[in-house]
């Protein structure tokens, strides 16, 4: 498919049926194929269920609008934490959920597994449970990882940054230090490029014990040297003092291996325990979006029903329909759609006009079409 003129927006409709639903389905498609290919159509498959009273509908139909707003944040959890895993490759998310684009239709057109076959028992709650249980698993996934991820970045941010603040453990090394005297220390300076020379000529007298030609440069960053000089420990306080008017600064700087040793295996095991989960992460996040969304369909499919047969009467007679609209002649799509189902509307004509509620039409929650209509937006799985 042209990825520039298609939408990753699918409209799922209904309309009564012609003398066969086979009828309404070819109207529809001669309809939308005869101005250039309007939309891309498939026939979109709901078992016929068995229908309760009247009253049972209108409630069915506020559960399921409810039901598909919690499902469809779900569905948006799990492809929006998809896409902070992924990090540098966030275009990938699309094709990594919706696996080489014809997942979608094979999802819609997935066996009905949440359908009971009458509409009185729809599994309301083992699809809210089901997908209440991704929500919370996706909770704890995303906590644990990012507890990790965000230690390896505390250390990651420890060992880089400028000398006055970053982590000297993997600069300097042992040979760097007079380690075990008594009297004598090695101190570290940061030592701004531009005063370098003065350092040069100044650091042997700023006090008194300090050993002549024991400094060297170990490091440098772009505006700073690191340098090491040795003295005697009584003269340290006085060499601070005197170097800090030079705009030398000491850093407090102990050398021990140790401590050096297990900052580096620390961050070795959070990197590794990082690769270690991203795989099992990335794969329960593909499994689990999957089931996220199929949930999402039934329950599209489910609204479908109700409104159908809501708006059409009984018995049940309407062929549910599943269009992706071309993006560049969306508006032109909307007016072939508002020619071929005006006629349904002489009722709706009233209604629109009166101020009652209609049952089953939820007026405040979406525009009104002569057709049954549901919006299935896959734009808000597009991260850039």
Known sequence: QDKGTKMTEFWLISAPGEKTCQQTWEKLHAATTKHNNLSTNSKFNIPDLKVGTLDVLVGL???LAKLDAFVESVVKKVAQYMADVLEDSKDKVQENLLANGGLFEQQCQAEHRFYSSSLDTVP??????GVNQIDNDLKARASAYNNLKGNLQNLERKNAGSLLTRSLADIVKKEDFVLDSEYLVTLLVIVPK?????????????????????SNVLFEDQDSYLCNVTLFRKAVDDFKHKAREY????????YNEEE??????????LSTDKK????????????????????????????VFVESVLRYGLPVNFQAMLLQPNKKTMKKLREVLYDLYKHLDSSAAAIIDATMDIPGLNLSQQEYYPYVYYKIDCNLLEFK
């Open 61 to 63: 139909s506020d559960e």
């Open 124 to 129: 309301f709650l083992f699809i809210f449970q």
């Open 194 to 214: 531009l005063n370098y020379n003065d350092w040069v000529k100044q650091y042997e007298t700023l006090a008194e014990m300090v050993v002549p030609r024991s």
């Open 247 to 254: 705009k030398f600064l000491v850093r407090d700087f102990q």
């Open 260 to 269: 050096m040793k297990a900052d580096k295996e620390e961050m070795n095991r």
């Open 276 to 303: 270690k989960q991203f795989g099992p992460l990335v794969r329960w996040l593909k499994v689990n979006f999957s089931e996220a969304f199929i949930a999402w369909i039934h329950v599209k499919a489910l609204r």
